[in-house]
């Protein structure tokens, strides 16, 4: 296993203290901080936009990794950009034009993320794969945090694992909802390289902790 990156997701923070949660991630090993935009369209949820993010960025040390769970997401490229996106993922089901968004989000000089829902099958990806940065793979259906890891995911990075390998792309698979000690080991030996986890750290009682334990998986020091 590669080293892997831990990206704790703000939706399950608490709002109303924010910068505990960005100082929380500052302090802690998180590598990315996950934002979730959902417009209430494509998800049946309505989260934040760029003022949040802004807002964030301001105070954030680490790459700031944002998920857009929205239709038509190629006309806010630019703005997400500015408000201090490092990692701009967009989702293949809203993208008409996919390779020309994907050629949009590099444009900014931001990296080019493409999420599949439970339902998208990878081989949809085949013949964009080698512009694509991060594949993110949602583990739930998106729009909410707390869910129940779907286990069919597992089988999906496997699949979109042997292909990044066989043709030997740099793009790295990043794993979406549900995400946890109890199951992050599976998912990074099916090939992850980035995980994403809400709940699992934000509603534990020691974040930071649970931050470090995810990290440690597959080293050494988790077997002392
Ligand atoms: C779900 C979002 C996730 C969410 C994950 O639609 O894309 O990023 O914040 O939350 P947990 O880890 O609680 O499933
Ligand atoms: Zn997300």
């Excluded at 929380?24 to 989260?47: K, Q, T």
């Excluded at 964030?56 to 040390?61: L, Q």
């Excluded at 038509?72 to 993922?89: H, L, S």
């Excluded at 890891?149 to 794993?175: A, C, G, H, M, W």
Aim: net charge negative.
């Amino acid at each position: 296993m590669k080293n892997h990156l831990i990206a704790p997701s703000l939706l399950a923070a608490d709002f109303l203290h924010l910068a505990d949660a960005v100082q929380l991630i500052n302090e802690s090993e998180a590598d990315w901080f996950h934002l979730d935009v959902m417009d209430g369209r494509f998800v049946p949820n309505i989260s934040f936009g760029m003022p949040i993010i802004s807002a964030v960025n301001k105070m954030c040390n680490k790459p700031l990794d944002v998920h857009l769970m929205m239709v038509e997401p190629e006309k806010y490229i630019t703005q997400f950009r500015d408000a201090g996106a490092d990692v701009i993922t967009v989702h293949y089901e809203t993208c008409p034009h996919l390779h020309r968004t994907i050629q949009q989000i590099k444009d900014t000089g931001a990296k080019a993320g493409v999420a599949l829902n439970p339902h998208t099958s990878v081989d949809l990806l085949d013949d964009v794969l080698e512009s694509i940065d991060v594949v993110l793979i949602m583990s739930v259906n998106p729009g909410y945090g707390g869910q129940k890891f779907i286990y069919q995911t597992i089988p999906k990075i496997k699949k979109l694992q042997e292909k990044v390998i066989t043709r030997n792309l740099s793009t790295i698979i990043e794993v979406d909802g549900g995400v946890g000690l109890q199951n992050a080991e599976a998912v990074l030996q099916a090939g992850a390289r980035v995980l994403v986890a809400g709940s699992s750290v934000f509603k534990a009682d020691n974040p930071v902790d649970v931050i470090s334990r995810l990290k440690a998986i597959g080293k050494d020091t988790l077997m002392a």
